[in-house]
């Protein structure tokens, strides 16, 4: 299955053509290991369907199906444009598409988020971005860990989320990685609506 059918269901959910283009193109530009890794490289902090071969792909799809069930709420959909639903979408379903670096290593990169929003910002032409929209993506990219912004030797590393549009994206990562909540996938990979 190539990545266009893989990722078929959350393309459709970009309301804009041109951004569902430029999100394939960045699917398409992520390693192969975002389609095989789990989404903890302990195990540890993520629920079972994100967990073992393909969780990290599992996870990131959940990450942006709670995103959109919740702008589809209007109480919450109302505060954002069309826009921005559709890059914070976007940026949800990539958060951790270099979670193990590159070139890939072991175990997560705790930097990942900026590598992730680099990764953004760098190719943006490439994805047929504006500088803007990389840099709406990047911004909430890499404030996705949330409070979570030390290292493992205690040293901040990373940003906490600041906007409401940072606070969204890491509220719906916080999501899909909580052990109560289960998301049921079919054995392609769809989320199971």
């Known amino acids: 299955m190539n990545r266009e059918e893989l990722f078929i269901d959350e393309l459709d959910l970009i309301e804009n053509e041109d951004y569902a283009s430029s999100l394939l193109e960045i699917i398409n530009?992520?390693?192969?290991?975002?389609?095989?890794?789990?989404?903890?490289?302990?195990?540890?902090?993520?629920?079972?369907?994100?967990?073992?071969?393909?969780?990290?792909?599992?996870?990131?799809?959940?990450?942006?199906?709670?995103?959109?069930?919740?702008?589809?709420?209007?109480?919450?959909?109302?505060k954002y444009t069309s826009k921005e639903k559709d890059l914070m979408l976007m940026s949800l379903l990539v958060h951790d598409g270099i979670k193990y670096g590159i070139?890939?290593?072991?175990?997560?990169?705790?930097?990942?988020?900026?590598?992730?929003?680099?990764?953004?910002?760098?190719?943006?032409?490439?994805?047929?971005?504006?500088?803007?929209?990389?840099?709406?993506?990047?911004?909430?990219?890499?404030?996705?860990?949330?409070s979570w912004t030390k290292d493992y030797n205690g040293i901040e590393v990373l940003e906490p989320p600041k906007t409401k549009y940072q606070n969204f994206v890491h509220m719906c990562d916080f999501l899909a990685s909580r052990k109560m909540l289960n998301v049921e996938f079919d054995k392609e990979n769809h989320i199971s609506v």
């Open 29 to 78: 530009a992520l390693p192969e290991y975002w389609l095989e890794k789990p989404a903890s490289s302990t195990g540890k902090y993520h629920p079972k369907y994100a967990l073992g071969e393909g969780g990290l792909l599992r996870h990131s799809k959940a990450a942006m199906r709670i995103g959109y069930d919740l702008l589809s709420d209007p109480c919450i959909g109302e």
């Open 103 to 146: 070139p890939e290593e072991k175990y997560t990169r705790f930097d990942h988020p900026i590598l992730m929003a680099n990764f953004v910002k760098e190719k943006h032409q490439e994805f047929h971005l504006s500088k803007e929209d990389a840099e709406f993506m990047a911004d909430v990219i890499k404030t996705h860990m949330g």
